[in-house]
């Protein structure tokens, strides 16, 4: 099991240090508004505000996807305003944003106020209960082509990776990215480290990083079901 990394962790630490290294960034590391989104949606008082939840999925979307687009390419353009003429710099290219459902839909909204430009795709994936493992079945998977764009994965759990790394295989029928980034709000250091080493290639980036999973593969502390705390619970 991988050792705990803390959220006051530097943003390029790794859950392990036996672990492939990985480019992993930790939103709340230091002090910000992100902090008091992070804590409401942990609060099960709170949490009985479906409508609150899901805004602070969205907030926390829009903080991350802040981030992440200090990592992406611009093109200078001459801009003329009522005044004079000046230059801009333009996102050269809209990234693909992709959730898995129904959790994600929240968070996934958080990204597109951000990138409204772009194109989005869509995974129905569940965790298969009763079983020995954690079993991750996909069953819908709708895409853009992912050649050489800019993709974004967001999910806000990653507890054990599996539905990630799977749902990130299963895109791959669409394309090869040039960049990847896979975003999530609550993780835990055994899923970061499974994440780093199965899709190399990603940049992570997460709001906090929590002290482990337990037995039945939820994260602890963790904040619940986010996809029933969202949209009511499901039978």
Not at 15 to 29: G, M, Q, S, T, Y
Not at 61 to 88: F, N, V
Not at 194 to 213: G, Q, S
């Amino acid at each position: 099991m991988a050792t705990p990394l803390p959220s006051s962790a530097p943003a390029n630490a790794t859950p392990d240090a036996a672990e492939p290294r990985a480019n992993i960034h930790v939103v709340c590391a230091e002090p910000s508004i992100a902090n008091h989104f992070l804590a409401e949606l942990r609060d099960k008082d709170v949490q009985k505000d479906s409508l609150r939840f899901r805004r602070n999925l969205q907030r926390l979307g829009e903080i991350i996807a802040y981030r992440i687009s200090t990592h992406l390419s611009y093109t200078d353009k001459a801009i003329q305003t009522p005044l004079a003429e000046t230059t801009g710099k333009l996102l050269h290219d809209f990234p693909i944003l992709a959730t898995v459902l129904r959790a994600g839909l929240p968070f996934h909204q958080g990204f597109l106020n951000y990138f409204d430009q772009s194109p989005s795709a869509f995974v129905a994936a569940y965790r298969i209960e009763g079983t020995a493992q954690v079993q991750v079945q996909v069953d819908y998977l709708s895409a853009p082509s992912l050649d050489e764009r800019v993709l974004i994965l967001a999910d806000p759990m990653l507890a054990t990776g599996k539905s990630l790394v799977q749902t990130y295989r299963a895109m791959l029928r669409f394309g090869m990215p040039r960049q990847v980034h896979i975003a999530a709000v609550i993780a835990s250091p055994e899923g970061l480290a499974y994440v780093a080493r199965e899709i190399p290639e990603a940049t992570l980036w997460v709001a906090a990083i929590d002290e482990k999973l337990n037995e039945h593969a939820y994260i602890i502390p963790g904040l619940g079901d986010a996809g029933d705390l969202s949209f009511g619970s499901k039978l």
